[in-house]
Nanobody, 124 residues
Framework: QVDLVESGGGLVQPGGSLRLSCVAS????????MGWYRQAPGKERDLVAT???????NYADSVKGRFTISRDIAENTVSLQMDSLKPEDTAVYYC??????????????????WGQGTQVTVSS
């Protein structure tokens, strides 16, 4: 059993900031890419930002220069600092990780894991 738990969402005015955090727990051997996706009402889930174990980052064009992703490999955490927020950033934000873990019979299993999502609302 591996869990991704997000925190830090909420309501913020346009131009404000929020910081999202995500921690992975369980019988984890290694986490490769970690990142954040978001889904607005009536829309598909889209990539926001990802980071590799080597620190290579990738951002959606819409958030470049405003959002910063960071990661603590030892603690299995990933964070997303969101500045200069806009109403169009309103969405449910999901943490994502590509995980290698130990299964229930001690086998190695690789899978993609998602958090439960955290709501970010940007409104005046």
């Amino acid at each position: 059993q591996v869990d991704l738990v997000e925190s830090g969402g909420g309501l913020v005015q346009p131009g404000g900031s929020l910081r999202l955090s995500c921690v992975a727990s369980g019988r984890i051997l290694r986490i490769d890419d970690m990142g954040w996706y978001r889904q607005a009402p009536g829309k598909e889930r889209d990539l926001v930002a990802t980071t590799t174990r080597n620190g290579i980052t990738n951002y959606a064009d819409s958030v470049k220069g405003r959002f910063t992703i960071s990661r603590d490999i030892a603690e299995n955490t990933v964070s997303l600092q969101m500045d200069s927020l806009k109403p169009e950033d309103t969405a449910v934000y999901y943490c994502h990780a590509n995980i290698l873990a130990i299964g229930p019979t001690d086998e190695y299993i690789a899978f993609k894991s998602w958090g439960q999502g955290t709501q970010v609302t940007v409104s005046s």
